[in-house]
């Protein structure tokens, strides 16, 4: 185990519903990131969070909001989804300005 | 802004074999290179990494090689296991931007008995 878990690690939605991704993690890291993992492309950044404070956010459509209450947890709220944003969604942490980064299982959703 | 680009998507080999995965990269300013090993129901999991102030590094049976001129790094494994069967990504990032990696699209590799 990484020290970096997600809830729910499977998850079915229509496109009228509104669920909650989150993400814990146990190694003391100060950054937290939301990757999308879709087959056959590369892993796309979609939020970092630093010292619990948005510092990336790569074009990503509202319809996904993030949230960092503390350092340790992190959430990714999602709301009126599409199909195409079915996919697996990492959850990943490191040392602020490190390079490691240390991801959890993934949440794999499907949108109906 | 950066790309890294991946080779093969699959790779298939006897155990025992070695394995080469190969990433090259777009921005001369990249300096760092991590790979991940991410298995089947798991998230990518660090295995090797490199700095552009070394040209190789080695632990065990792995070993990462970096040509900055090339803009090229590879990953090798050698004497091949079943239990190293998954999909690996190389990835790049910039000094002082080391938050943002930027991953290849992966090399599925089946290491058969």
């Known amino acids: 185990e990484t020290g970096v878990t997600q809830t729910p690690r499977h998850l079915v939605m229509g496109m009228t519903n509104k669920k909650s991704l989150k993400c814990e993690q146990h190694l003391g890291h100060n950054a937290m990131y939301w990757y999308k993992q879709s087959a056959k492309k590369p892993l796309e950044l979609m939020f970092v969070?630093?010292?619990?404070?948005?510092?990336e956010n790569n074009s990503v459509p509202s319809r996904f909001s993030p949230e960092c209450p503390n350092s340790s947890h992190l959430f990714l709220h999602l709301h009126t989804l599409q199909p195409e944003d079915s996919a697996l969604y990492l959850c990943a942490s490191s040392q602020e300005g490190g390079s490691e980064q240390y991801f959890g299982p993934g949440t794999r959703l499907t949108v109906t | 802004g950066e790309n890294v680009e991946q080779h093969p998507s699959t790779l298939s080999v006897q155990e025992g074999d070695s394995a080469v995965i190969k990433c090259t990269y777009s921005d001369s300013a990249s300096n760092y290179f991590p790979w991940y090993k991410q298995e089947l129901g798991k998230g990518p999991q660090l295995i090797i990494d490199?700095?552009?102030?070394?040209g190789e590094k080695k632990d065990q049976r792995i070993a990462v090689t970096l040509n900055k001129t090339a803009k090229h790094f590879s990953l090798h494994i050698t004497e091949t296991q079943p239990e190293d069967s998954a999909v690996y990504f190389c990835?790049?990032?910039?000094?002082?931007?080391?938050?943002?990696?930027?991953f290849g699209t992966g090399t599925r590799l089946q290491v058969f008995p």
């Open positions: 490199i700095r552009s102030n070394v």
């Open positions: 990835a790049a990032s910039k000094p002082y931007n080391t938050d943002k990696l930027i």
């Open positions: 969070y630093s010292l619990e404070e948005r510092v």
